[in-house]
């Protein structure tokens, strides 16, 4: 008898049974990370290059100088059945390198060695000064049409689709840091618009820490982790940038929207995005007015709770970044409305007294509203990280005719200060020449020569004028950038600020009054951990006082928090109207790619799971089945074991079963398991509905599932919902996720 059989038998029986797993998890589920299951064994034999997974794109083939190629994208990637040296020639071996003898020295002719290590030890490029960690996304741009009426620009016309890029980020972390720190979100677009790329860079936060650009490298050494230990990473909770923003009080009103929930979104599809600096609009008859854009989620304002963050940082620290792929991946593609403020372009540069040149000052929706002018949807996530988010350069320069800048102190530095960073973060001169950053409109400059150079001009006069190029490239009128002749008031050349730039407090005040009860909960809490966090008692207090001129309120219980009396304010405090629009609480807002996780007891029957899973997919949610261990349990994949799973990655948990304590549920394999005492029910499943619970996340159980509510002590409690069946509790779960949380469970102290 061949004794080799049944090993093989029982090796199909696996192999078969791993594949219907790699099978289900790839087909439904987000995350999977080829396009097709991988084997068990290393593949001896090429089947040719595996296609790239379906969501993913790349940037458009185009030449240097922005003509189309017409070449696939996948023309770009080497991605081939056999492996070759940089220059094409196919290669034998690359698991050893060339010796004098299997125990002898590297010989010095190994050239495949030498290119292979050569390359690799300089993979490395500087990452971002400040934004280096971030996540980008494709997408496409619709205009409305309803822009034309103020601005030429041809990408806002009607029906109008333009290819963009997007990339999101935090500013003060190192490239690999953790997503949800508090901090705040960079929000740049390019729009690969016909008449010129226009790039949009914009922030989550509507205002600036300082007023004028010379103060961006002292308030970034502030933020950024100190100098001698180089800690603490990617947050404001240390001395150095409490000691800066309390001397440097302009920087109040940016310091507390960081405070607030807004530092700490719950996904980049649930941020606001903000132009801050006013910009110009020009129309095709030359007229101007004033803008500030803004971009509005289509899923609303949503925000992290602080401990779901700090545990978010440990648990996935990669939490923005893989939220954006699964959900782009999943179909739920994110979606953003553009939308202008307009002001009309006086002398004055104000609108209702707020100086519109000053990026620390918002103009409230109630007094301007936000006019609605096209749509973002991102529905490509890259193919190569490096060659797409971490090679994409903004820049504010980057302005097609119709758009123009103002004298906004801090817009006109930054128009200097992203191209000079950028000779040396991407090596050169001709960054604009990398895939993601071509233009798709015609490129025709005298640019010439330079490290890195892709083009290969023709013509021998790159120079005007000239008669050898046919006197070409001519200058037009026709659709061309329109330098505005604004007029500047004459005066004497100064290092100085307008007056109007004086008030810090204001409008911190205008905000603080905006804010629900829970919001400026979390607001009193985030500044007491932060100051909490510094040494400095002198740093505290001053930071205490500006508190002082914001609110009396606030400053009392931060105050208290940190044990140290409140100060009385040193300014009047400013007599203003809250505006609502600022607050993120009292809306309803779709469910679209909203994760939902979903307990299963495999001891007892699973044929109410299957129906309620369809339902979640076809809320457009995605359920993520959590199961005492891996693999498949009545043909469904399980995503997330106990083991593996952390409320934190869950909007709202759904609870089929009970399942008893697994047989990994020791304090030793599982720091989780000895978190809570339950002996009927596995302690990881209760910590998990202990935790969805504290963080005022919808929760609903139906069947034996009513056993883990019990168990955690919170059934009957507001936004935790029993039911018949599964699919009675999901469709009242989802209702409670269209406010985002429930918001009762967090009783607020202050008005
Ligand atoms: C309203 C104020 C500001 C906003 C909204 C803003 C926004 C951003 C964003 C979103 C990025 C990331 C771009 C990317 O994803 O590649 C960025 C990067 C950067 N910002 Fe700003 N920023 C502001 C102020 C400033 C100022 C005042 C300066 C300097 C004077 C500055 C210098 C830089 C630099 C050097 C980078 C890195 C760019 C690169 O390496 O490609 N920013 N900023």
Redesign the pocket.
């Known amino acids: 008898m061949d004794s080799s059989k049944p090993v093989k038998a029982v090796k199909d029986v696996v192999e078969a049974a791993a594949a219907k797993v790699a099978e289900a998890l790839t087909s439904e589920v987000p995350g999977a990370p080829g396009s097709a299951p991988a084997t068990v064994d290393e593949p001896t034999a090429p089947k040719g290059p595996l296609p790239p997974k379906k969501e993913q794109g790349a940037p458009d083939t185009r030449t240097p100088t922005g003509a189309e190629t017409g070449a696939p994208a996948e023309s770009k990637g080497q991605q081939g059945a056999f492996l070759t040296t940089s220059q094409g020639a196919r290669l034998r071996d690359t698991d050893h390198s060339l010796k004098a003898g299997p125990r002898g020295p590297i010989l010095l002719q190994d050239h495949h060695f030498r290119e292979k290590i050569t390359h690799f030890d300089h993979e490395r490029i500087p990452e971002?000064?400040?934004?280096a960690r971030?996540a980008g996304a494709h997408g496409v741009f619709t205009g409305y049409g309803a822009a034309q009426k103020v601005t030429k620009a041809g990408f806002l016309a009607k029906g109008k689709e333009t290819p963009v890029f997007v990339?999101f980020?935090t500013v003060l972390g190192s490239r690999g840091s953790a997503d949800t720190v508090r901090d705040t979100r960079?929000?740049?677009t390019k729009f690969y618009t016909d008449e010129g790329t226009f790039d949009l860079?914009?922030?989550n936060i509507p205002v600036?820490f300082i007023q004028d650009?010379i103060k961006?490298p002292d308030i970034i050494h502030a933020g950024k982790p100190h100098p001698d230990r180089e800690i603490p990473q990617a947050q404001s909770a240390h001395d150095t940038f409490w000691d800066f923003v309390s001397l440097h009080t302009e920087a109040q009103h940016h310091t507390i929207w960081n405070m607030s929930d807004r530092g700490i979104p719950r996904s980049y599809r649930t941020m606001e995005g903000f132009g801050?600096?006013t910009f110009r609009l020009v129309d095709a008859a030359g007229e101007t007015v004033l803008v500030k854009f803004h971009w509005k989620p289509k899923l609303g304002v949503h925000s992290l709770d602080w401990e779901e963050a700090q545990i978010a940082a440990g648990v996935d620290p990669d939490f923005h970044r893989r939220d954006l792929y699964d959900a782009i991946e999943a179909g739920a593609f994110p979606e953003w409305e553009l939308g202008i403020q307009v002001f009309p372009d006086t002398p004055e540069e104000t609108f209702a007294g707020i100086d519109l040149l000053d990026?620390t000052k918002i103009v409230p929706e109630e007094l301007a509203p936000v006019q609605p002018v096209g749509k973002l949807v991102l529905n490509r996530t890259p193919r190569n990280f490096f060659a797409e988010t971490e090679q994409?350069?903004?820049h504010l320069g980057h302005l097609p005719p119709g758009i123009d800048v103002t004298n906004d102190p801090?817009l006109q530095?930054?128009l200097f200060?992203?191209v000079d960073?950028?000779l040396t973060?991407l090596g050169g001169p001709n960054f604009s020449q990398i895939p993601i950053n071509r233009p798709h409109a015609p490129v025709n400059d005298m640019l010439r020569d330079g490290f890195h150079q892709h083009a290969v001009h023709a013509g021998v006069a790159p120079y005007r004028p000239n008669s050898l190029d046919g006197g070409n490239p001519f200058t037009t009128e026709e659709n061309a950038f329109l330098d505005l002749p604004v007029v500047v008031a004459e005066a004497p050349k100064v290092r100085a600020n307008p007056a109007s730039f004086d008030d810090h407090y204001s409008q911190v005040r205008l905000f603080w009054l905006s804010m629900s009860p829970v919001e400026k909960e979390h607001i009193i809490r985030a500044y007491t951990f932060e100051l909490g966090k510094c040494y400095e008692q002198a740093i505290k207090e001053r930071q205490l006082q500006c508190l002082a001129n914001i609110d009396p309120v606030l400053c009392a219980e931060v105050a208290k928090g940190l044990g140290l009396p409140a100060p009385e304010p040193t300014v009047p405090l400013a007599d203003v109207h809250p505006s609502p629009a600022l607050s993120q609480i009292g809306r309803m807002w779709p469910a679209d790619g909203r994760l939902i996780g979903i307990v299963v007891d495999p001891a007892v029957g699973l044929d109410d799971v299957g129906p309620v899973r369809r339902a979640v997919f076809a809320a457009g949610m995605v359920p993520l089945l959590i199961a005492p261990y891996g693999g498949v349990v009545d043909g469904m994949p399980v995503q997330r074991t106990f083991a593996t799973a952390r409320s934190v990655e869950f909007d709202a948990i759904l609870v089929a079963g009970a399942p008893a304590p697994a047989a990994d549920a020791l304090p030793v394999r599982d720091a989780k398991a000895g978190a809570a005492g339950s002996l009927a029910v596995d302690p990881r499943v209760v910590l998990l509905v202990d935790e969805a619970w504290r963080h005022a996340k919808a929760i609903g159980a139906w069947g034996n599932g009513l056993t883990v509510l019990q168990e955690a002590g919170v059934a009957g409690t507001p936004g935790v919902v029993t039911a018949e069946s599964g699919e009675d509790a999901l469709t009242a779960v989802q209702q409670l996720l269209a406010a985002h949380r429930v918001w009762e469970r967090f009783p607020a102290s202050v008005a």
């Open positions: 971002r000064v400040v934004h971030g990339r980020s960079g929000f740049a860079v914009a922030n600036f650009a961006f801050v600096h990026p994409v350069a903004f801090l530095g930054r200060s992203y960073t950028q973060r």
